[in-house]
Structure formats: C-alpha cells, structure tokens
C-alpha cells in the first residue's frame, strides 16, 4: 500500500545511509539513558559529546567549518530518528538546526570559525534566547538590552524557557541595542557562558512533557562580552535574523510532530492487536478501526505537506506563513491523533510504563514554543491582506 511504502521525494541513497546509521546510534546510544535523563531533568553532558563524534551534530554546517557538509535534508533524517527512537529531549534541534545556522548565516567569517567546529564537536552546546518573563510572542517587546561600552556589550536581563540552557556553552541572545526602537533595535549577541562574568543559570523548569529536556531560566546581571560577539556586522539586525530563520525552525517542528503521529499509529497498532475485549480484539471494534483511519489519513497528509514544504526549503521558496501552516496543522493533529491513540489503549495509556502516555505528555507543547499556534494563524492570515 502507498502509506506503508511512502517515502519522501527528497530521501536519496545517500541520506538513506544516514537514517541507518543515525537510528543504531540513537538506539544504542542514547535510550538506555533515556530513564535516567527524564529522572534528572537533562540529558548527560557527554551525550552532546558522542553525538558530536558519531557525526550527528551540525549535518547542514559546511565541512570548512567542521560540520557534515549537508543540507536541511541532514538534519531532517537525524531528528526524526532521534524522534522516533523516543529521545527528543536531546536538543540538538536548537542546536543545530537553529543555532548552528544563525552563526553561518548571519556571522562573521571569524565568529563562524571561532564557534561552529566546537558546536560539530559537541565540545559547545548552543542555545537560543529569546523569550523573557513578560514577553515570548511579542519579540519586539523584549526589555533585555546590551549596551555597548567600549569593546564590549553590557547585557541585562533575564530570560525564561530556554532549552539547552543549563548545558549551553554558546547562547545567542535577542537584545535590545537600541531601546528607543521597536523591531529595528533588536540585535542578536553571543554569549560565551565559560568566559562571560554577570551571566548566571536559574532553575532547570520542571515541567509536563519533554522531561529530559532542560529548560531553564538565564539570567544576565551587567554581564560583559566582547563587542565583536554581535552577531554579523551591525547592530539592529536581529529581527530580520530572526524572522529569515523562523521558517526552518517551524518546518522542523511540524516534521517532528508527524514523525510523532507516525510512532503513535505504530506502537497502537501493536496495543490493539493484541489487547482483547468482549471476545475480541480492540483492532477489531469499528470505532478502532475508524478512529485509526482518520488517524493514519492525517499522519500522511502532514508528512506529504512537510515533504512538499521541504522542497520548498531547498530551492529558496518556503515562507513564513507556509511554514506557519505547517507548524500549527501539523502540531495541532499530533496533539488530537496522540489522543486518540491514548484512548484505544484503555487505561494503560495513562501508565508512565506506556510510550504512549509520555507522547501524550510530550506533544502538548509543541503547539506553544517556536510560535504559538495562534500566532502562526495571525502570520497566514495576514495573506488575507
Ligand atoms: C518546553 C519549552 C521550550 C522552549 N524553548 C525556548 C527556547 O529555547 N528559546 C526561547 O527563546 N523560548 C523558548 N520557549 C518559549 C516559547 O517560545 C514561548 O513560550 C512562546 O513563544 C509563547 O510565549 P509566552 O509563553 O510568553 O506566551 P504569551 O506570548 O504570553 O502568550 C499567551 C497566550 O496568548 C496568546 N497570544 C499572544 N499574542 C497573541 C496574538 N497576537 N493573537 C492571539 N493570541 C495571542 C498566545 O498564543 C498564548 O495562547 C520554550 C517554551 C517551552 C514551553
């Protein structure tokens, strides 16, 4: 059947290798630590380390700079092997496919030298500051600012929800240069946690889902970076940064949340077919089998919208409000297929032991970070005129 034997137009001999070896890697690797991470909070800090000589960090980075040499189809296979091994509390999402590509895009040659072989390497973990205590989706509203003094920036501020944040060598960080402007006042500044005085972590957040992700609150106190840690040439440049780059980071999360209806289907397959009730089994009920319908029908329309997405991508065309769509079609349908699949699994589904019950967990977020949903619908419909 097409759905079983789908693949994505993209997918070629090449990164098909990839998918083989980035699956062993993750299943080996990483998920018998996966109870120990979700325990404490993080992953192990040597988990960015492994990763990094596996290969795995930084796919779409040139070589020049110690990165794969691939492109965003890399880093696709990567993280949704990572997703379907059950371990996307590893942020290397954040890492690599948002920050790495800032730091290529946006910096200077010796900023892209001085930091991206480090991020391949797992030797530095990047993170991406942009939400605050009194602001996530108005970004134009952050107050953190830095100042420039001399040949430094004085960052003050405080920022909240930040993934990687208690392991992050490298956090680049949205302030206001230039508080007398909106947008235009943005810039985006690197902070190097090891060598910056004034910059502290907070907690690392408990929260629903995605428990071995650390989350956590930074905090910026008259800390000092050198000037020529601005990101790219000029100061006012981060908003435009930011919404250049947006698109990709909300693509990748669509993918992830498909990969997450694809596993949901699979793993409740296997429940139904097993679980007897009335004499039979679950599978066998109608409303199973209706329910796993519109659940499969909607697992393929989201991965052949993202596939076709990605196309997109690779050829310059993907834009904001299509990649809007894709994040919050795509996220919302996890979050109600992840449900469904919860349901047919009767009571185990509420049991930590259950995969399915850490999906459920898991999935509720993603309507919420890299945009809202409700802001992806103000961005499409903003093509309305
Ligand atoms: C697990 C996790 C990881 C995260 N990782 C990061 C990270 O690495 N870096 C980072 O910078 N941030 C991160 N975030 C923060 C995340 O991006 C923000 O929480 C998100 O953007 C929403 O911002 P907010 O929480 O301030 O909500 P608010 O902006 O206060 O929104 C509250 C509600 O109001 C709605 N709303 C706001 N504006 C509008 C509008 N114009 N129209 C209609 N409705 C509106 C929202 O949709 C929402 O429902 C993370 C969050 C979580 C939970």
Redo the contacts with the bound molecule.
């Keep these: 059947m097409l759905y079983e034997n789908y693949q994505s137009p993209w997918l070629d001999d090449e990164l098909r290798i990839l998918r083989d070896a980035a699956t062993r890697f993750f299943e080996q690797e990483f998920k018998p630590h996966n109870a120990q991470w979700i325990s404490q909070g993080k992953v192990d800090r040597e988990a960015w380390n492994k990763a990094g000589a596996a290969g795995f960090l930084c796919a779409a980075i040139p070589t020049d700079y110690g990165g794969g040499g691939g492109d965003f189809r890399h880093e696709t296979v990567i993280m949704e092997e990572m997703h379907r091994a059950g371990v996307g509390g590893f942020g290397n999402q ?1 890492h690599s496919t948002i920050v790495a590509p800032y730091l290529l895009r946006y910096g200077t040659e010796e900023q892209r030298r001085r930091w991206l072989p480090g991020m391949a390497t797992g030797e530095l973990v990047g ?5 605050e205590p009194d ?4 970004l134009q509203a952050v107050r953190t600012t830095a100042v420039r003094d001399g040949d430094e920036y004085v960052i003050n501020g405080s ?6 944040g208690q392991h992050a060598d490298l956090v680049v960080v ?1 302030a206001k240069t230039d508080p007398t402007q909106g947008a235009r006042g943005i810039s985006l500044v690197v902070v190097e946690t090891g060598s910056s005085p004034g910059f502290q972590r907070g907690r690392n957040l408990k ?1 629903l889902g ?1 428990k071995s ?1 650390d ?1 956590s609150e930074l905090f910026f106190q008259d800390c000092r970076v050198p000037a020529a840690n601005l990101l790219g040439a000029q100061e006012g440049q981060g908003f435009m940064q930011l919404m250049k780059q947006l698109p990709e980071e909300r693509l990748s999360i669509a993918q992830s949340a498909v990969v997450a209806m694809e596993r949901a289907i699979e793993i409740t397959l296997e429940f139904v077919r097993e679980r007897k009730a009335f004499g039979q089994r679950v599978l066998d009920f109608q409303n199973s089998r209706f329910k796993l319908a519109e659940c499969k029908t909607e697992a393929l329309v989201g991965r052949t919208f993202v596939d076709q997405c990605v196309l997109w991508l690779l050829d310059g065309r993907l834009d904001a409000a299509t990649a809007s769509m894709a994040k919050y079609w795509c996220t919302q349908k996890q979050c109600e297929v992840v449900d469904e699949c919860l349901q047919l699994h009767g009571g185990a589904g509420y049991m930590d032991e259950y995969e399915i019950s850490r999906m459920y967990a898991d999935a509720r ?1 993603q309507k ?8 992806m619908k ?1 961005l499409i419909g903003r093509t309305f005129g």
Excluded: L
Excluded at 127 to 131: L, N
Excluded at 135 to 138: C, F, H, P, R
Excluded at 368 to 375: H, M, R, S
């Design positions: 954040v993170a991406i500051a942009m939400t602001t996530g989706s108005d920022k909240t929800y930040i993934t990687n949205v929260k995605q992700a989350t977020v919420i970070y890299g945009g809202t949903n409700e802001i103000e």
